[in-house]
């Protein structure tokens, strides 16, 4: 079955770095469309940024030249490596695919605070 897995979050200061990853199976990863999703305390999901099979990335506003989504199609994974973090980009962060249905990992927390 389709399994998303996320680590790599934790407790930094603003201006601090972390590097999500999420391994993937029970598909073939390599042609598919990965996206990171956050949420806020409070507030709903957040799309933040996606990478395509062909690895063509995109990213909302206001994590663009603050954060950069990569793949490793060879160890089923996608990355999420983050500089310049804010108070504001703390949240849980999701991991998803979107098959013949959307498949969530069970996310990862990252806490931007001083």
């Known amino acids: 079955q389709v399994q998303l897995v996320e680590s790599g979050g934790g407790s930094v200061q603003p201006g601090g770095s972390l590097r999500l990853s999420c391994v993937a199976s029970?598909?073939?990863?390599?042609?598919?469309?990965m996206s990171w999703v956050r949420q806020a305390p409070g507030k709903g999901l957040e799309w933040v940024s996606t990478i395509d099979s062909g690895g063509s990335t995109y990213y909302i506003g206001s994590v663009k030249g603050r954060f950069t989504i990569s793949r490793d199609n060879a160890k089923n994974k996608v990355y999420l490596q983050m500089v310049s973090l804010k108070p504001e980009d703390t949240a849980v962060y999701y991991c998803?695919?979107?098959?013949?249905?959307?498949?969530w990992g069970q996310g990862t927390q990252v806490t931007v605070s001083s």
């Open positions: 998803n695919v979107d098959l013949t249905r959307v498949y």
């Open positions: 029970g598909f073939t990863f390599s042609t598919a469309q």
